[in-house]
């Protein structure tokens, strides 16, 4: 079965036999193409063109067909000041949820704001060019995340104050609405984002879940895997513990130090686990520990999908990442066996 037919399946509680390999690679197509990210990020051949390439040479199972932490934030009104290096900050207009809620809500609603077309029209060619081979995968902000961004705060995680509720739920709107705009287009997974995760008690965690659950039931509309990635370390061993003791409606993927504290139980997708971008950079798979750590995940959590915690850089060497990717798939083979 190809990627598609297997996340296809995967309602139906076919749950893949091995892991499938879905790290972040967008900004190596930027280099690949010899173009700065940030003119990449404008060009939709340039993009399906380099993933295509990427697919061909490292056999990837899943393409994320736009990588942009910001997408959401400039679709709402924000913009963005670039720098000389060719990393950018985000500009804020002053405005309320309820100017936000407007924009949401108007009849043109997201799908032709900022860049979301280009992220649309690369989904729309790859789902021609590479018929039912790799999965599509499109990154979404998680509320946290978005409502930090527009609050202008960068990191939710470390702010003492509380992100107001209302700021959250319009962010989960969002993540809704810019998820199905993606599915309509041909994505198959979404790739839900929360770098700044705060600190939980059960009931924030469980308020947090309903929020969510809208998004998810988007996504099974559509036939397609909901993905909740947790790139960042989540604080407390107590935060830890309350996010992924929980059974979750998707498949959650903390970075790779915080498996430990996933439940008894798996969520009912199975597990998946983040890989520090520095891991497909190097060959530190020679590394015991990193070794140890994905067998034990393979053979005791039910693992079903491996990424990245970001974006890999697009500075990485090609042959040195397919012999990564070479290593890992020989390890969960190995395991398998």
């Keep these: 079965m190809t990627p598609r037919a297997i996340i296809k399946a995967w ?23 010899n173009l700065p990210l940030r003119d990449f990020q404008s060009n939709p051949t340039k993009i399906a063109n380099a993933l295509r390439q990427i697919r061909g040479v490292l056999k990837v199972d899943g393409l994320t067909c736009y ?129 700044s995760f705060p600190e939980v008690t059960p009931q924030t965690c469980e308020w947090y879940a309903s929020l969510l659950a809208p998004v998810f039931n988007v996504i099974r509309f559509y036939e397609a895997l909901p993905v909740l990635l947790l790139p960042a370390p989540l604080g407390s061993e107590v ?22 504290f996933f439940g008894e139980q798996s969520p009912g997708q199975g597990t998946g686990v983040a890989l520090p971008g520095s891991v497909f950079e190097g060959n530190q798979l020679n590394h015991n520990d990193l070794e140890d750590s994905l067998r034990k995940l393979v053979q005791g959590q039910k693992l079903v999908l491996l990424t990245s915690a970001d974006d890999v850089s697009g500075a990485a060497d090609p042959k040195l990442l397919a012999r990564v990717l070479g290593g890992i798939r020989a390890l969960f083979t190995a395991s398998d066996g």
């Design 11 to 33: 309602p139906q509680g076919e749950i893949p036999s091995r892991p499938l390999l879905m790290p972040i690679l967008f900004s190596l197509g930027a280099r690949l193409e």
């Design 239 to 260: 935060s830890r513990a309350v996010i992924l003791g929980r059974g979750w409606d998707c498949v959650v993927c903390p970075i790779l130090g915080d498996t430990d």
């Design 67 to 195: 990588c942009d932490p910001l997408l959401e934030a400039e679709a709402l009104g924000c913009t963005r000041e670039w720098r000389a290096d060719g990393s950018c900050v985000l500009v804020r207009p002053s405005f309320s949820v309820d100017d936000l809620r407007q924009k949401l809500n108007a009849p043109e609603s997201l799908a032709g704001k900022g860049r979301i077309p280009v992220a649309c029209e690369v989904l729309q060619r790859l789902k021609v060019m590479l018929r039912d081979e790799p999965a599509l995968v499109s990154r979404v902000t998680g509320p946290f995340t978005l409502a930090a961004q527009l609050l202008g705060r960068d990191k939710a995680v470390s702010d003492s104050t509380p992100l107001p509720a209302e700021a959250v739920e319009f962010a989960a709107e969002v993540a809704a609405s810019v998820a199905k705009v993606f599915l309509e287009a041909g994505a198959n997974v979404i790739l839900l984002t929360e770098p």
